[in-house]
């Protein structure tokens, strides 16, 4: 049997991989997961040790800012809220909220733009939310670029701009890069310069067990091909992504955009 290629298996599986979903990815709408979340009784003690623990904050329904916090892009799940929401200021506090959601029978969900159309960063349990995390780092002489597991494509264009490289990316400038790659990515430079996920070199991610990995194509290899385009949050939570970037080319580029309004 000839060795598949990624695109081939993420191509072939995509229709089998819409009702497979590992539990950092359920689907929000899910019978099963809502009585899940439903059936987990979450004492204010337990809240209390986990806000505690938290170098971020914890916020709880009738916080002034857990609405904004927690409101999706798509508005079809506004009425799915969270037990509470971790914000998460590094991968530490990650760690903790996955160990907490664990130990108190809580399903987690992460959350880093917030532009899921599939509701998949909504939860009845722990949304465990990476929006504080968007450093970028852009080497200017390798093209090497390290950003946080919730960078928006707009920290990425702040970090290249009248630079030499450039990240493939969405088309939106809220989008968050990690759902993005990790989803594949498809942007309008995806013809010359390839999907987002083809850039990405490596990864730290946190996964159900509460350990934070290093994933390369040297370090759990498996995993890290599967995180390349195999859908953001099935198999834990992303931390760090470190991408090689494209060169940009200096030859005249031409660009066309034709809108239909009225249909």
Avoid at 102 to 119: L, N, T
């Amino acid at each position: 049997m000839s060795e598949l290629s990624r695109r081939d298996f993420l191509g072939a599986g995509a229709t089998a991989a819409a009702a497979l979903y590992l539990p950092f990815a359920a689907d929000a709408k899910s019978a099963g997961w809502q009585a899940s979340a439903a059936n987990a009784r979450v004492s204010k003690r337990a809240l209390k040790e986990l806000a505690r623990a938290l170098r971020g904050g914890l916020l709880l329904p009738g916080d002034p800012a857990y609405d904004r916090a927690m409101t999706p892009a798509n508005s079809r799940y506004d009425g799915i809220k969270p037990v509470a929401v971790t914000q998460c200021l590094d991968e530490h506090d990650v760690v903790t909220s996955v160990n907490w959601a664990r130990a108190h029978g809580v399903p987690p969900i992460v959350r880093g733009g917030g532009h899921s159309y599939a509701g998949y960063s909504m939860t009845d349990g722990l949304m465990i939310d990476l929006g504080l995390m968007t450093r970028v780092h852009v080497n200017p002489h390798t093209g090497l670029a390290v950003m946080d597991g919730a960078a928006r494509n707009q920290n990425v264009f702040d970090a290249t701009v009248e630079g030499d490289y450039v990240l493939p990316g969405g088309t939106c400038l809220a989008v968050g890069v990690g759902g993005l790659a990790l989803g594949g990515g498809v942007g309008y430079n995806t013809h010359w310069a390839g999907l987002t996920a083809d850039h990405l070199v490596s990864s730290r991610i946190v996964t159900a067990d509460g350990h934070a990995r290093r994933i390369d194509a040297k370090h759990h290899s498996d995993l890290f091909w599967a995180c390349r385009g195999g859908a953001g949050g099935s198999f834990g939570v992303n931390t760090q992504l470190t991408f090689h970037l494209q060169r940009i080319p200096r030859q005249d580029v031409a660009f066309y955009r034709f809108d239909w309004r009225g249909a």
